[in-house]
C-alpha cells in the first residue's frame, strides 16, 4: 500500500551500511514516514538534498571527505529552512554545540532508543528544536567551561599529532615561546596538567576527533 502524500520525506546520511539499512528499516515501518535518498558521504548528502528536498534529513557528523557539520552548512545554506538531525557516536559538549550552530535542529545519540529517534523527526519535521536531558546537560556544562580559541585548537590539533613545541612552532610559523603559553592556556582550560592528559580531554569534549 502506497504511504500517503503527506508523509515526512527524509534523507539518511550515514557512511555505515548496517546503519543506514536499519535506518530506512525503521523509518519504512512507520506509516508517515518515507526514505526518499541515502548517501555514504557528506558530498553525496548534499547532492541528494539539493534534488529531493527531503522533509527532515538525518546526518552522521564522522564522514569521509567533508564532515557532517560542513555538509550541513552547506544544505542549510542551499535551503535555510532545511530541518536536520544529528544521529552520531559523538557526545563531546564541543560536538553538540558546532552542530546546533551549523544549522542542526536536534542533536541524537546512535545509543538512542529507536522510538526516541522516530520522535524526535516527528517533532523536528513540525518544528520544534528537541533536545534531550543529556544533551542539555552538557551544553550547560560548556557554557560554564571555557573554550579554546581558534590558535588554541590548531595548537592541540598538532599535540595530538605527536609533535614537539618547537615543530608546532615551526608548522604554525609562530615562535616556541608563544607555543608554551598557548600550551599553559590549554591545559588550564581544560583543566589538566600535561599533553597527555590535555588531548585526551579535547577529544572527549570534541575538539578533537581521532580521524583528524
Do not use: W
Not at 610559523?173 to 585526551?200: C, M, Q, Y
Request: hydrophobic share 45%; with cysteine; proline share 3%.
Amino acid at each position: 500500500m502506497a504511504k500517503a502524500r503527506s508523509c515526512i520525506r527524509i534523507l539518511c546520511v550515514d557512511d555505515h551500511p548496517l546503519v543506514r539499512e536499519g535506518l530506512i528499516r525503521k523509518v519504512e515501518h512507520q506509516k508517515d514516514m518515507k526514505v526518499v535518498a541515502a548517501a555514504a558521504t557528506g558530498e553525496e548528502g548534499i547532492r541528494l538534498f539539493k534534488s529531493y528536498r527531503p522533509d527532515v534529513t538525518l546526518m552522521d557528523l564522522n564522514l569521509p571527505g567533508i564532515s557532517g557539520l560542513e555538509a550541513i552548512a552547506a544544505i542549510r545554506k542551499a535551503a535555510a529552512d532545511a530541518r536536520i538531525v544529528v544521529l552520531t557516536m559523538y557526545r563531546g559538549d564541543e560536538n553538540i554545540h558546532r552542530a546546533l550552530e551549523a544549522g542542526a535542529a536536534a542533536y541524537v545519540l546512535k545509543t538512542t532508543v529507536s522510538d526516541d529517534l522516530i520522535r524526535v523527526v516527528r517533532q523536528v519535521h513540525a518544528g520544534a528544536r528537541p533536545m534531550s536531558p543529556d544533551v542539555e546537560s552538557q551544553l550547560a556544562g560548556r557554557d560554564e567551561s571555557p573554550t579554546l580559541t581558534p590558535r588554541e585548537l590548531g595548537v592541540i590539533e598538532q599535540m595530538a599529532r605527536g609533535m614537539r613545541n618547537r615543530e608546532i612552532a615551526g608548522e604554525l610559523g609562530i615562535s616556541d615561546e608563544t607555543i608554551e603559553v598557548h600550551a599553559r592556556n590549554i591545559f588550564k582550560k581544560l583543566g589538566v596538567r600535561d599533553r597527555t592528559a590535555a588531548v585526551v580531554t579535547a577529544l572527549r569534549r570534541g575538539f578533537l576527533r581521532l580521524d583528524e
